[in-house]
T-cell receptor, first 114, second 113 residues
Framework: AQKITQTQPGMFVQEKEAVTLDCTYD???????LFWYKQPSSGEMIFLIY??????QNATEGRYSLNFQKARKSANLVISASQLGDSAMYFC???????????FGKGITLSVRP | DTEVTQTPKHLVMGMTNKKSLKCEQHMGHRAMYWYKQKAKKPPELMFV???????INESVPSRFSPECPNSSLLNLHLHALQPEDSALYLCATRKAGRTDTQYFGPGTRLTVL
């Protein structure tokens, strides 16, 4: 069985600072994909970044980067230069192997202060 | 090119009503999903369609009836819902490839009175 753990309580960050959102996972699969999604209060789930289990480099997409530590089974999201529009709920998710299902963590609420 | 549209945006219905939610995509993705999401919780998978055929039903009550009329459209027919079915209903499509990323629509906020 797959499991995603996001244990941080609500996070706060000052505008323009960097913030790290934690995610640990558990799977017995060797091949898997890790995803981060952002969900503002409007409700839409916005795909941010993907990391494959065999990818040797950490994924980056603009201000988002994924700190992938395979041995520790962690896939933390780093947001650089936070903006007010980054205030949202963030979900870490995993897709094991060729499975079409995503397993989501319970999410982390991020609030960016001006 | 990752646009998934959902209508209506909001829906209020009584427990005896019949209504439908609609999801549309023109990205050529051949897998489509329905999720239910309660406030402050992660999405819960309901149904998966692959090449217009139902491939996964996560033991969803029969008052929810999915339909995939063609590769661009996904419907969710609602009948005799309960107040606890009030939630955000999200549609997603999956782009086949190295990442198999799921792209979500904006959702329909459903309230059952």
């Amino acid at each position: 069985a797959q499991k995603i753990t996001q244990t941080q309580p609500g996070m706060f960050v000052q505008e323009k600072e960097a913030v790290t959102l934690d995610c640990t996972y558990d799977t017995s699969d060797q091949s898997y994909g890790l995803f981060w999604y952002k969900q503002p209060s409007s409700g839409e789930m916005i795909f941010l970044i993907y990391q494959g289990s065999y990818d040797e480099q950490n994924a980056t997409e603009g201000r988002y980067s994924l700190n992938f530590q395979k041995a520790r089974k962690s896939a933390n999201l780093v947001i650089s230069a936070s903006q007010l529009g980054d205030s949202a709920m963030y979900f870490c998710a995993m897709r094991p192997g060729a499975n079409s299902k995503l397993t989501f963590g319970k999410g982390i609420t991020l609030s960016v202060r001006p | 090119d990752t646009e998934v549209t959902q209508t209506p945006k909001h829906l209020v219905m009584g427990m005896t009503n019949k209504k439908s939610l609609k999801c549309e995509q023109h990205m050529g993705h051949r897998a489509m999903y329905w999720y239910k999401q309660k406030a402050k919780k992660p999405p819960e998978l309901m149904f998966v369609y692959s090449y217009e055929k139902l491939s996964i039903n996560e033991s969803v009550p029969s008052r929810f009836s999915p339909e995939c009329p063609n590769s661009s459209l996904l419907n969710l027919h609602l009948h005799a819902l309960q107040p606890e079915d009030s939630a955000l209903y999200l549609c997603a499509t999956r782009k086949a490839g190295r990442t198999d990323t799921q792209y979500f629509g904006p959702g329909t906020r459903l309230t059952v009175l």
